[in-house]
């Protein structure tokens, strides 16, 4: 427990709390695991909230608007659309592979739902993305 308690206080850059924390559960020598249990959920409950603010914010900072998901694709309307490959462009290893995307194609063949669907992906899988 005191490992998981210490990692959390780390992750929070909670520094003066690492240095004292005897200082702190001493104060409750009969109640010092229930004190423990207390700061370890209070860590908890901010490291959930932070990731939470977190992915709020990136998918915030996309700008993506409204979009229809790609599940909503129609596949069969760009007669020359390589599924294949834009299904690939969803596991997002050009973003590894430091690569950029150019989507071409002509007027109304969903080339902006594809990059949005990209972008808004991105942003919940951790990156920083604009679109």
């Known amino acids: 427990m005191k490992e998981t308690l210490m990692e959390n206080i780390n ?67 760009p007669k020359k659309i390589d599924q294949e490959c834009i299904e690939e462009l969803f596991e997002l290893n050009f973003i590894a592979k ?6 071409m194609g002509p007027q109304g063949v969903g080339k902006t739902m594809i990059a949005k669907n990209l972008a808004h992906l991105a942003a919940i899988s951790g990156k920083t993305s604009l679109f």
């Open 11 to 77: 992750e929070l850059k909670l520094y003066y709390l690492q240095q004292n924390l005897d200082d702190f559960t001493g104060m409750f020598k009969k109640q010092r695991d229930l004190c423990l249990k207390i700061i370890e959920k209070i860590c908890e409950c901010e490291i959930k909230e932070k990731k939470r603010r977190t992915l709020e914010r990136r998918i915030r900072d996309v700008r993506v608007g409204s979009f229809k998901p790609m599940h909503d694709f129609d596949w069969d309307w």
């Open 98 to 103: 430091k690569k950029n995307v150019v989507i």
